[in-house]
Structures are given as C-alpha cells and as structure tokens.
C-alpha cells in the first residue's frame, strides 16, 4: 500500500507565507505526476499546481507569481510555498499523486489539510 501524509497550514494572516508538504510512502515503482489541489466550501475542487517527475511545474493562473511547487524525488515529497496569501486562497488543500507499480499507474490523494487566510 502506498500513503500519503500531507502537513502545514492553519491559520495565516493575509500577505503572510505557508508551507504544504506530502511525502508518499509504501510499496511502489516510482512517483509520477504530483499536484496539489484546492477545494473551498460550496465549490468545486480545482488544480493549484502540478510537477512531474522531471521537475517541470504547471500553476493555475490564480497562483502563478505567488506560490511555487516543488518535489524532492530522494524523500518521495512534495511542497507547496504559498506567499502573498489572500483571504480567497482560504480551502483544504489535497496532494494527489501518481504512482506506478509493476502493472499499472494509479492516483491516490492526500487526507486534506485545512489553510485559512485571515483578512
């Protein structure tokens, strides 16, 4: 089985900074795609960012220039820096990934972590 364990958030002031971290463990062949994804009450869940394995990153256009994904292959981890948080960036915030095993890719998400940004 393969886990994910997200951690960071909480409360943040408008302006201020936050780190989101995932870090995959269990049994699999390799990670392929991480992204992380957004969900705020009474709307749909939606794509924050994306970076493959290769490091190549993809923002959604309400992050871009604020906050950068990156992932550290040799701990199987993934982080979200959010700077310039606006009280609109408030929602839980899930880590989805792509994992391979020796048949198949698979997605598996994250439990959620809770960021709330405070005018």
């Known amino acids: 089985q393969v886990q994910l364990v997200e951690s960071g958030g909480g409360l943040v002031q408008a302006g201020g900074s936050a780190t989101l971290s995932c870090a995959a463990s269990g049994h699999f062949v390799g990670i392929n795609d991480m992204s992380w994804y957004r969900q705020a009450p009474g709307k749909q869940r939606e794509l924050v960012a994306s970076?493959?394995?290769?490091?190549?990153?993809n923002y959604a256009d309400f992050v871009k220039g604020r906050f950068t994904i990156s992932r550290d292959n040799a701990v199987n981890t993934m982080y979200l820096q959010m700077n310039s948080l606006k009280p609109e960036d408030t929602a839980v915030y899930y880590c989805?990934?792509?994992?391979?095993?020796?048949?198949?890719?698979?997605?598996?998400w994250g439990q959620g972590t809770q960021v709330t940004v405070s005018s």
């Open positions: 989805q990934v792509k994992y391979s095993d020796y048949l198949y890719e698979h997605d598996l």
């Open positions: 970076v493959t394995a290769a490091g190549v990153s």
